[in-house]
């Protein structure tokens, strides 16, 4: 069975810093991987999408990056935000079954 | 072009009762999956249907079921309703061809 894990649980940087969100999962035969933000009680809102055939996407200041062999996926926010605090959450497709990882909660601080 | 759109906002039942909820596709989506987030968790694949039929399902009971409209809409139901069904219950549409799932507002279900 699928398992996504994501670490750091929760994060605090100052305003303007870069940083990284990891993302693993166990098993490498995936479909895709999504990356979400989820703002507090809301829907998820679509970052990016990595097609198991390609290594990176990149949408202004974020680049998502899928390693399939590793098992991992990092994503990168530059010149961090305030407006960037929520949570990010990564899935994986496998078959017709998606699983999430737990989320890391991302404070940015002005 | 519309987002995926649920109804209602908030629910708030009684242990044993049934739920329904509903969602309307984003436009040109054919495919819809359910999810069920308890708070601190990420969300949890509940099922999938493609044309009207399920064609995945998670780790979850036969009391939750679903249904898919020719229009792509589907609603989740939840029979026997017990206090730890009491989340945010997410739908996502996306189109066959892999694009990736777009996320409705989700409903908050309270279950007394």
């Known amino acids: 069975k699928q398992e996504v894990t994501q670490i750091p649980a929760a994060l605090s940087v100052p305003e303007g810093e870069n940083l990284v969100l990891n993302c693993s999962f166990t098993d490498s035969a995936i479909y895709n991987l999504q990356w979400f933000r989820q703002d507090p009680g809301k829907g998820l809102t679509s970052l990016l999408l990595i097609q198991s055939s390609q290594r990176e996407q990149t949408s202004g200041r974020l680049n998502a990056s899928l390693d399939k062999s590793s098992g991992r996926s990092t994503l990168y926010i530059a010149a961090s935000q305030p407006g960037d605090s929520a949570t990010y959450l990564c899935?994986?497709?496998?078959?017709?079954?998606?699983?999430f990882g737990t989320g890391t909660s991302l404070t940015v601080i002005p | 072009e519309t987002g995926v759109t649920q109804s209602p906002t908030h629910l708030i039942k009684t242990r044993g009762q049934q739920v329904t909820l509903r969602c309307s596709s984003q436009?040109?989506?054919?495919?819809v999956s359910w999810y069920q987030q308890a708070l601190g968790q990420g969300p949890q694949f509940i099922f999938q249907?493609?044309?009207?039929?399920?064609?995945g399902r998670g780790n979850f009971p036969p009391r939750f079921s679903g249904l898919q409209f020719p229009n792509y809409s589907s609603e989740l139901n939840v029979n026997a309703l017990e206090l730890d069904d009491s989340a945010l219950y997410l739908c996502?549409?996306?189109?066959?061809?892999?694009?990736?799932?777009?996320f409705g507002p989700g409903t908050r279900l309270t279950v007394l």
């Open positions: 899935a994986v497709r496998s078959g017709n079954q998606f699983y």
């Open positions: 996502a549409s996306s189109f066959s061809g892999g694009i990736g799932q777009f």
């Open positions: 436009s040109g989506h054919n495919t």
């Open positions: 249907y493609y044309r009207e039929e399920e064609n």
